[in-house]
């Protein structure tokens, strides 16, 4: 197969509407910032991919910083691991991490659609793997085990999903306890729950609020702590009898390199927009099987199950939908799991919708 060139970088930025807001410790997401990515190539495809940018105040400097880089990549072969080693020279001293990491990580995703297209295979296919069903967890922001039972209810029974996250660390220990308490007597013993605090707590506090939480089977606990605090996560950990859980914060594998050197977290979720797209998860894979540490994703469902398919020590998918208003063909969850998609990552834009949610 001939290797396609590059022949042009755009990208829109959308505000996508959410069928559920997301409350936090740290406030509520009620809408879906997005970076939409195309990159085309001299064999007539075009290859997707999209960010999710946190905050509206992103999207500009993410859509021009995109697109500038996307210049100087015109002519340039779609080889992702080859383009990655580029950038990481060009940006080696400016850094990795913030917009720029994003960027990276978001372009290298576009390419490896790219190729999928070009060949009519999925990108798993690429990677060496087969698109199987991917087990999957359906993730909330903090819930209410009464007024939010409805939907708890047509999350497990209709679309079969046998996991639910949660969000604490919004009010104090009691708060949490009731929350929790009140959901794994909803859920019972067969459904797994998992609390995220979102990075809101000290250790101190995190080993307290774990030792009162621990009694109601939590699968885990997610970043009790500060992301870059790797010494306060390892602490927690030793004294925690629930799993530890971590690495959506974490910038490329070096970071994760850090972590696991630091005996931070039990388990790893890297977020394919902060690790390095497909070609940066690929080496934090490799990283996870030889630590032998359970593998999970962070958002970004549609090209996450392309990827943990080839992950040695898969564990969890999150579902977690901000793209479906934008998405030709929104997410597809079976029996609590999703299945990877193609050709490409399977991205497809509904342009419509783009231009109704499209802002400048």
Known sequence: MTVPAITGVTARAVVTPLKRPLRNAFG???SGPLVLIDVTTDQGVTGHAYL???TRLALKPLVLLIEEIGDDLVGKPVAPFELQRMLDAKFRLLGWQGLVGMAVSGLDMAFWDALGQIAGKPVVDLLGGTALPVPAYDSYGVLDPVS?????????VELGFRAIKTKGGHGDLSTDEQMVRGLRALLGPDVELMLDFNQSLDPAEAIRRIARLAPYDLTWIEEPVPQENLSGHAKVRKRSTVPIQAGENWWFPRGFAEAIAAGATDFIMPD???VGGITGWLNVAGQADAASIPMSSHILPEASAHVLAVTPTAHWLEVLDFAGAILAEPLQIID???????PGLGLVWNESAVAKYQVQ
Do not use: N, P
């Open 28 to 30: 509520v997401i009620d």
């Open 52 to 54: 999710f940018a946190y």
């Open 148 to 156: 939010d039972e409805r939907v708890l209810r047509q999350s497990i």
């Open 272 to 274: 394919l927009l902060k």
């Open 336 to 342: 609590g799991t999703l299945t990877a998609r193609g």
